[in-house]
């Protein structure tokens, strides 16, 4: 089953504006990661937040987590035509135990297109 | 940084034939595995996984004896769809984790996917 629910599903913004792409999970993480899939490949790992992290910064990318919530958030700044792509946020499931299972389960993704 | 190989990248094959596809890490050893589907703008749904040397574990609703995972070694691992139908079609993504030249922490690193096309 998937863990997470991103928002929007579809964004469609110019060259030079940012995109905020949201995803929300229903249990306990040991961290949340964000992938991006070009059409019709494989994911490429673009940044990792452990659930003890608020806030992660990686060049044009910024991400935030909100445990109390169950949310984080991915913003890209000052987009460009090349970060056309569907982002997918990932969690690291933990059992009863707060172990981890290892188990990558992604939200639904966001299709992000931007117009030159 | 880590690599994982995936092959073949796309298949057609005739409907009752099996399909054999393989995910090898290249320059790190993959304790575990991870197998994928995904359907066209939808999410990965994880199908099985599978630590190197022991019996897969498969995702609830998933048949593992139309789904055969063989993980041999700690640098491959296949996924074999047999008698394979056209609602087989999809697009199959390994994941393998590991640590990358002896990284404290365990990272994912995706296949590039192989395209099943079931005539």
């Known amino acids: 089953s998937q863990q997470g629910e991103e928002d929007p599903q579809a964004l469609s913004i110019q060259e030079g504006e940012n995109a905020t792409m949201n995803c929300s999970y229903k249990?306990?993480?040991?961290?949340l990661q964000w992938y991006r899939q070009n059409s019709g490949r494989g994911l490429v790992h673009l940044i990792l937040?452990?659930?003890?992290?608020r806030e992660k910064h990686s060049g044009r990318l910024r991400v935030t987590l909100d445990t109390s919530k169950k949310s984080s958030s991915l913003l890209i700044t000052a987009s460009r035509a090349a970060d056309t792509a569907s982002y997918f946020c990932?969690?690291?499931?933990?059992?009863?135990?707060?172990?981890?299972?290892?188990?990558?389960?992604f939200g639904q993704g966001t299709i992000l297109t931007v117009h030159p | 940084g880590a690599v994982v190989s995936q092959h073949p990248s796309w298949v057609i094959c005739k409907s009752g034939t099996s399909v054999k596809i393989e995910c090898r890490s290249l320059?790190?050893?993959?304790?575990?595995m991870f197998w994928y589907r995904q359907f066209p703008k939808q999410s990965l749904m994880l199908m099985a996984t599978?630590?190197?040397?022991?019996?897969?574990?498969?995702e609830q609703g998933v048949e593992k004896d139309k789904f055969l995972i063989n993980h041999a070694s700690l640098t491959l691992s296949t996924l074999t769809v047999t008698s394979a139908h056209p609602e087989d079609s999809s697009f199959y993504i390994c994941?393998?984790?590991?640590?990358?030249?002896?990284?404290?922490?365990?990272?994912?690193?995706f296949g590039s996917g192989t395209r099943l096309t079931v005539v």
């Open positions: 994941s393998a984790r590991g640590r990358y030249r002896g990284a404290l922490n365990y990272g994912y690193t």
């Open positions: 249990t306990s993480i040991n961290n």
């Open positions: 937040i452990r659930s003890n992290e």
């Open positions: 990932a969690t690291v499931i933990l059992n009863a135990g707060g172990t981890s299972y290892g188990k990558l389960t």
């Open positions: 320059d790190f050893q993959a304790t575990t």
């Open positions: 599978s630590n190197e040397g022991s019996k897969a574990t498969y």
